[in-house]
């Protein structure tokens, strides 16, 4: 698990021979600990999570705080976006349809990052 505040600075906190089971968890924790709903959130996959991020908070000027872990593979990833989309996060295409080994998540609203 990767958590930062600080756009420039991410700290690797997730091994990628993490499970999906175990991902999955460690982001049900993290949305617990800043709270919200589901609908709050934003959920998406890359390979390259510094260029999902940037471009996303550029746009909008952010620096709210945010989860990106690394995943076994691609399909991994694409299942554990898709148990958050089912639950009701919303994807995040802002930089375009990007599939990749990483899974990433960011709260809207509440002096997070907002459109």
């Known amino acids: 698990m990767i958590v930062s505040d600080d756009p420039y600075m991410m700290q690797d906190m997730c091994h990628p021979s993490r499970s999906r089971e175990e991902i999955i968890l460690d982001i ?4 617990e600990t800043y709270g919200g709903d589901y609908g709050d959130w934003y959920v998406g996959t890359t390979d390259d999570p510094r260029k999902s991020f940037f471009c996303r908070y550029d746009q909008c000027g952010g620096n ?12 991994v990833a694409d299942r554990i976006r898709s148990y ?30 907002t459109k």
């Not at 049900?28 to 949305?31: E, G, L, R």
């Open 64 to 75: 709210g705080t945010r989860i990106y872990c690394p995943c076994p593979d691609r399909a």
């Open 84 to 113: 958050f989309l089912s639950k009701g996060m919303k994807k995040d295409e802002s930089c375009g349809e990007d599939l990749g080994l990483y899974v990433y998540t960011y709260k809207t609203g509440n002096g997070m990052l």
């Open 28 to 31: 049900i924790d993290f949305k």
